[in-house]
Nanobody, 120 residues
Framework: QVQVVESGGGLVQAGGSLRLSCATSGRILSTSAMGWYRQAPGKQRELVAIVRRDGNTDYADSVKGRFTISRDNAKNAGYLQMDSLQPEDTAVYYC??????????????WGRGTQVTVSS
């Protein structure tokens, strides 16, 4: 079983920055993709950004140019640098990690989330 823990959330003023971290633990052979998702009150969870093992990334249109996703393959860790934050970025941010625990088993694990609140 693979555990995922997010950290780095908090309260920031509009225009400010935060850096979220995603740590994994457990039996991990390799991670194929790490993604950040967010869910605002009354809304569905949405993809914010994803980074694959080869470094390819995708971003939601709403965060392009402001957020940067990265990963450390050696640590099986992920990061989300969030700049120029706006009140509409307020949400609980979740990390998702996918990969293989062994050659025969895969994992798709979620963290419990970290709150990001942006005040105007």
């Amino acid at each position: 079983q693979v555990q995922v823990v997010e950290s780095g959330g908090g309260l920031v003023q509009a225009g400010g920055s935060l850096r979220l971290s995603c740590a994994t633990s457990g039996r991990i052979l390799s991670t194929s993709a790490m993604g950040w998702y967010r869910q605002a009150p009354g809304k569905q969870r949405e993809l914010v950004a994803i980074v694959r093992r080869d470094g390819n990334t995708d971003y939601a249109d709403s965060v392009k140019g402001r957020f940067t996703i990265s990963r450390d393959n050696a640590k099986n860790a992920g990061y989300l640098q969030m700049d120029s934050l706006q009140p509409e970025d307020t949400a609980v941010y979740y990390c998702n990690a996918q990969g293989r625990s062994t050659y025969y088993t895969s994992f798709d694990s979620w963290g419990r989330g970290t709150q990001v609140t942006v005040s105007s």
